[in-house]
């Protein structure tokens, strides 16, 4: 969720701004959590409240395709796709393939299959919502009224704050390294404090290692904060915890993630600042933003293309891991890797004999699943 755009890295990444009212955060809402929204426990919408379908006539059916075929042409950020859904959609409806369709849900979802046939885009996504501001996937932007983006607020407030932001682990392991589990990245208004008492936390650990092998999507925002708190020189008015500097850090990936922490472990990467280990990510990083058509519809669209320097479109190429290893391995590989390199630097004997019996553990265990 950006603020005017700016979504995502990033996110993109999965992708700043700082929404500091409803219609920010819904209007843009995240660039990302449609990933982990896309999860059918995961969003605070879906409850079988949430999830009440509504009749529609021919009328409204036209008027959702139309306004689909209206925001993808003007908005995708591949137009040769745009032009080819519009041709594909068109002939459908010339041939009644949705005449039948009364069912406002229904005709989401058969929509979003008709454009995804044409191009897969896991960001590309028509949206029904039976009660305003209350999509299941947040990149979507129903007009609210005032009362309704402060329930949507307070609604995201609940949801958040029941799974600490998404923040689902700071801990501090053996041999004084530090271990950061992020399963989302939630509004940056929202979640700052929770990440600052992380990074408090975990400031005075040798070394860090961040698992996102199981994260979402995320806010353009948020994602942004995350990054600014391991990068020398960043200025991010939201950072208020201690800021981790000179000291190694590790960015564990899987082949499922993509969108907000892809875009995460990218920008880690190009800015030499993490070493990537794990899975090859999936690859879908475009910037995404859902726009209405009517009070109950919207379309979540990927207006603007990941690039490297040279202008290269990454939105299908996944982050390539430093060190390539299974995901299930990544965490051992990674703590060993760090460990080892901490070896001689000037720890107390405790902590030395602490690193040294660890390691050992470590590459036993490890073997023993190579010889398995």
């Known amino acids: 969720m950006q603020r005017n755009y700016a979504r995502m890295i990033l996110q993109q990444i999965r992708t700043v701004l700082h929404p500091s009212s409803l219609s920010q955060l819904s209007a ?26 509504m009749t529609i006539d021919a009328a409204m059916r036209l008027e959702v395709i139309e306004g689909v075929l209206k925001n993808i042409k003007q908005h ?7 032009d080819q859904m519009e041709k594909a959609l068109r002939e459908r409806l010339r041939k009644g ?22 191009r897969e885009d896991p960001h590309l996504r028509v949206e029904f919502t039976a009660k305003p501001g209350s999509s299941t996937s947040d990149t979507a932007a129903p007009v609210m009224t005032p009362e309704e983006e402060k329930a949507q607020r307070e609604t995201w407030l ?69 990054v600014d708190y391991f990068l020398d020189g960043a200025v991010n008015p939201n950072i208020t915890g201690k800021r981790y500097l000179g000291k190694d850090v590790y960015v564990l990936t899987s082949k499922e993630i993509y969108s907000a922490p892809e875009g995460v472990a990218r920008t880690f990467q190009s ?7 794990g899975e090859v990510t999936r690859g879908v990083t475009n910037v995404t933003m859902g726009f209405p058509i009517n009070r109950f519809f919207s379309v979540s669209v990927p207006y603007k293309r990941t690039t490297d320097k040279t202008g290269t479109d990454l939105s299908r190429q996944g982050v390539k891991p430093d060190v390539e290893v299974s995901a299930d391995k990544a965490l051992e590989t990674a703590y060993l890797a760090a460990l080892r390199k901490l070896l001689g630097k000037g720890a107390d004997g405790e902590i030395e004999d602490e690193r040294k019996n660890t390691i050992e553990a470590l590459q036993k265990r490890l073997d023993g699943v190579k010889n398995n």
């Open 28 to 53: 843009l809402a995240f660039m990302i959590l449609v990933a982990v929204l896309s999860n059918p426990t995961a969003s605070p919408a879906q409850d079988k409240s949430d999830q009440s379908d």
């Open 271 to 277: 800015k030499k600042r993490a070493v990537i280990v």
């Open 97 to 118: 393939e949705y005449d039948r369709i009364t069912s406002a849900a229904t005709l989401a979802n058969v929509l979003t299959a008709h454009l995804q046939a044409v």
């Open 76 to 82: 995708y950020a591949y137009p040769d796709a745009a």
């Open 158 to 226: 609940r949801y958040g704050s029941s799974r600490n932001f998404f923040i689902d682990k700071a801990d501090r392991l053996g041999g004084n390294i530090g271990y950061l589990k992020m399963s989302a990245f939630f509004y940056v208004d929202m979640t700052r404090d929770t990440l600052a008492a992380a990074m408090n936390f975990l400031a005075h650990t040798d070394s860090l290692i961040i698992d996102l092998r199981h994260s979402g999507g995320g806010d353009v925002a948020m994602t942004g904060l995350f």
